[in-house]
């Protein structure tokens, strides 16, 4: 085994058996700790196993986020030192996320867990973005997934190449918690099927580290700030984790990126704890309606990886940074600057997280020579339903 998994409240050490939660029962995330301190560059080739990162051995790279500089965007915005991590579908710069979101890369690291402790099947929640990646990593893989999926989110799960007899679709009449509340109870019937687990499982959130490390492979050092829209929380506590090793490598700096976080309102819940102070966060069967005003729904996890030890509140605290709260409009004129800039389209929260940098700029949270990571989480799928056949599920 290539790591082990600590918890983050009695440190205690477990071996590998798809462990999400510590034997001692505590109230925190397990973190993976790896044999290999070392980050491995690739130094312009481009490399396809897991040897590049810091995931379950033997994970197959099929799909990279991509790291580049817009010498337009940064004019603009008078930010020279501003990269973006693009993940989608965009051949012009060879990014060939086929299922057009950063949930690709969960998608295999967890699939190859699954598979080396044993477990014949996946069960999983999506609000769309997930299903779509694991569906796709499934027939690769060779591992069956069953997705369970809000009825009304059903149209955004297809995927590029025709999906083969290992998935699943269930569809539930209600919001994405209810979808995973079901996902858990169909898990239960067979000690065989695996959950997918969320944030609490280390393979997701390594998966999604993978654009931290692969920014940092561009640039040279860790950026001074982070920019993500987030619905659970997962993909910046990765980022939290990715940097806690590239510190420990030593080669690219010594300080944690500021994590500058975004959600869409109304239906904010982080933000409005994080900027209370408060560790504890309040959802309810209410926000179900300010859910269905959303521009960017995929971010509207109703218990999203936030209080427990571990999650996005400790991540804050030990990053620095700020929440930013992004309207729908907001988040639509983010979105034209932005296609019309780089001639790409992106998905409505990777608009959101454009909106927070110029909330961010606006309010000076970030000064002009700031070496700025912009994680545009998902993009290219217009572009690529004009270029390719889908297959709708
Ligand atoms: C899931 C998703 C997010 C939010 O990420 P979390 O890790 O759940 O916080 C942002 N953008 C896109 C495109 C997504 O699919
Ligand atoms: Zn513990």
Same mark, same amino acid.
């Given at each position: 085994?290539?790591?082990?998994?600590?918890?983050?409240?009695?440190? =205690?050490?477990?071996?590998?058996?798809?462990?999400?939660?510590?034997?001692?029962?505590?109230?925190?995330?397990?973190?993976?700790?790896?044999?290999?301190?070392?980050?491995?560059?690739?130094?312009?080739?481009?490399?396809?196993?897991s040897?590049?990162?810091w995931?379950?051995e033997?994970?197959?790279? !099929?799909s990279e986020?991509?790291?580049?500089?817009?010498?337009?965007?940064?004019?603009?915005?008078?930010?020279?030192?501003?990269?973006?991590?693009?993940s989608?579908?965009?051949?012009?710069?060879?990014?060939?996320?086929?299922?057009?979101?950063?949930?690709? %890369?969960?998608?295999?690291?967890?699939?190859?867990?699954v598979?080396?402790?044993?477990?014949?099947?996946?069960?999983?929640?999506? *609000? #769309?973005?997930?299903?779509?990646?694991?569906?796709?990593?499934?027939?690769?893989?060779? !591992?069956?997934?069953?997705?369970?999926?809000?009825?009304? %989110?059903?149209?955004?799960?297809?995927?590029?190449?025709?999906?083969?007899?290992?998935?699943k !679709?269930?569809?539930?009449?209600?919001?994405?918690?209810?979808?995973?509340?079901?996902? /858990?109870?169909?898990?239960?019937?067979?000690?065989?099927?695996?959950? /997918?687990? #969320?944030?609490?499982?280390?393979?997701?959130?390594? #998966?999604?580290?993978m654009?931290?490390?692969? *920014?940092?492979? %561009?640039?040279?050092?860790?950026?001074?700030?982070y920019?993500?829209? +987030?619905?659970?929380?997962?993909?910046?506590?990765?980022?939290?984790?990715?940097?806690?090793?590239l510190i420990?490598?030593?080669?690219?700096?010594?300080?944690?990126?500021?994590?500058?976080?975004?959600?869409?309102?109304?239906?904010?819940?982080?933000?409005?704890?994080?900027? =209370?102070?408060?560790? =504890?966060?309040?959802?309810?069967?209410?926000? =179900? /309606?300010?859910?269905?005003t959303?521009?960017?729904?995929?971010?509207?996890?109703?218990?999203?990886? %936030?209080?427990?030890?571990?999650g996005?509140?400790?991540?804050?605290n030990?990053?620095?940074?700020?929440?930013?709260?992004?309207?729908?409009e907001? *988040?639509k004129?983010?979105?034209?600057?932005?296609?019309?800039? /780089?001639?790409?389209? +992106?998905?409505?929260?990777?608009?959101?997280? !454009?909106?927070?940098?110029?909330?961010?700029?606006?309010?000076?949270k970030?000064?002009?020579?700031?070496?700025?990571?912009?994680?545009?989480?998902?993009?290219?799928?217009?572009?690529?339903?004009?270029?390719?056949?889908?297959?709708?599920?």
């Amino acid at each position: 085994m290539s790591f082990k998994l600590r918890c983050l409240k009695c440190s =205690k050490i477990h071996e590998d058996h798809y462990t999400l939660v510590c034997d001692n029962g505590c109230d925190s995330l397990l973190r993976a700790e790896y044999d290999r301190k070392r980050f491995n560059r690739s130094l312009g080739w481009p490399m396809f196993t897991s040897v590049k990162y810091w995931l379950p051995e033997n994970t197959p790279i !099929v799909s990279e986020p991509i790291v580049y500089k817009s010498s337009i965007l940064n004019k603009a915005l008078g930010l020279p030192n501003l990269y973006i991590s693009f993940s989608g579908y965009w051949p012009e710069k060879f990014a060939d996320t086929l299922t057009c979101s950063f949930k690709e %890369y969960e998608a295999f690291s967890t699939l190859q867990r699954v598979k080396d402790t044993g477990g014949t099947s996946l069960v999983l929640a999506s *609000a #769309g973005n997930t299903g779509r990646a694991f569906a796709y990593a499934s027939k690769i893989m060779d !591992v069956p997934v069953t997705i369970v999926i809000p009825r009304k %989110y059903l149209f955004r799960l297809w995927v590029p190449e025709e999906a083969g007899e290992s998935v699943k !679709v269930i569809c539930v009449d209600g919001d994405y918690l209810d979808a995973i509340k079901m996902a /858990e109870q169909i898990t239960k019937t067979s000690p065989l099927l695996r959950n /997918e687990g #969320g944030a609490k499982n280390t393979a997701r959130r390594d #998966g999604m580290g993978m654009v931290m490390l692969r *920014a940092v492979d %561009y640039i040279g050092r860790i950026p001074d700030h982070y920019f993500q829209a +987030i619905g659970s929380g997962t993909g910046a506590i990765a980022t939290w984790e990715a940097s806690l090793r590239l510190i420990e490598d030593g080669r690219f700096g010594t300080k944690l990126p500021k994590l500058q976080l975004s959600q869409n309102s109304p239906f904010v819940p982080m933000y409005d704890a994080f900027n =209370k102070n408060e560790r =504890k966060i309040s959802t309810s069967d209410n926000d =179900k /309606e300010l859910i269905d005003t959303m521009y960017a729904n995929v971010l509207s996890n109703r218990s999203p990886c %936030y209080s427990i030890t571990g999650g996005i509140y400790d991540a804050m605290n030990k990053c620095g940074g700020n929440m930013y709260s992004v309207t729908n409009e907001e *988040a639509k004129a983010a979105q034209l600057v932005f296609e019309t800039i /780089e001639k790409i389209d +992106i998905l409505p929260a990777a608009a959101v997280a !454009v909106a927070s940098l110029l909330k961010a700029i606006n309010e000076k949270k970030v000064e002009k020579k700031d070496y700025i990571l912009l994680n545009i989480t998902g993009g290219g799928e217009e572009r690529l339903k004009r270029d390719r056949k889908i297959f709708q599920l």
